[in-house]
């Protein structure tokens, strides 16, 4: 199992940051690799990606959602992926964004790259995408505020 963490910093208030992560479909337009994320209902996402010529497609669900908290998933079938999203107020208008992902890489290249880092750099770059994507729209394109409970 490979672990990775990676945190950044965002110029826009804690509630436009956890709005905007709420948008799964919206993944697409600053995680590279994502091709689609479809929100099945308020805890299921099934999720297209194409990494290193490799496509496949997975169901993930919401263990636990806490506006300007936390997201956190699990796969539920296919590649073996959990994590979760924590958001943390610096200032009035700064939020600190941390991402820890859990997954199983399968096949010889995946577990290539992952020796040499490749999967920590595509995380580094994605909250990169994500910073410049939310600053530069200034406010997030939808929101869910709902709760959902950790799932035991």
Same mark, same amino acid.
Do not use: C
């Given at each position: 199992m490979?672990?990775?963490?990676?945190?950044?910093?965002?110029?826009?208030?804690?509630?436009?940051a956890?709005?905007?992560?709420?948008?799964?479909?919206?993944?697409?337009?600053f995680?590279?690799g994502?091709?689609?994320?479809?929100? =099945?209902?308020?805890?299921? =996402?099934?999720?297209?990606?194409?990494?290193?010529?490799?496509?496949?497609?997975?169901?993930?669900?919401?263990?636990?959602?806490?506006p300007?908290?936390?997201?956190?998933?699990?796969?539920?079938d296919?590649?073996?992926?959990?994590?979760?999203?924590?958001?943390?107020?610096?200032?009035?208008?700064?939020?600190?964004?941390?991402?820890?992902?859990?997954?199983?890489?399968?096949?010889? =290249?995946?577990?290539?790259?992952?020796m040499?880092?490749?999967?920590?750099?595509?995380?580094?770059?994605? =909250?990169?995408?994500?910073?410049?994507?939310?600053?530069?729209?200034?406010?997030?394109?939808?929101?869910?505020?709902?709760?959902?409970?950790?799932?035991d």
């Open positions: 490979t672990t990775i963490i990676k945190t950044i910093d965002v110029d826009v208030p804690i509630g436009t956890y709005n905007q992560w709420t948008q799964f479909e919206s993944f697409p337009e995680m590279s994502v091709d689609k994320v479809e929100q =099945l209902d308020d805890r299921s =996402l099934l999720w297209h990606v194409s990494i290193a010529g490799v496509t496949r497609r997975f169901e993930a669900t919401i263990t636990e959602q806490h300007e908290q936390r997201v956190a998933w699990k796969s539920v296919g590649t073996t992926h959990a994590g979760v999203v924590t958001f943390h107020k610096l200032d009035d208008n700064t939020t600190r964004v941390t991402v820890q992902l859990e997954w199983e890489p399968q096949g010889a =290249l995946e577990k290539a790259a992952s040499v880092n490749v999967d920590e750099h595509q995380v580094a770059k994605d =909250l990169e995408r994500f910073k410049a994507f939310i600053e530069a729209r200034g406010t997030e394109s939808g929101a869910w505020r709902d709760t959902v409970p950790r799932d």
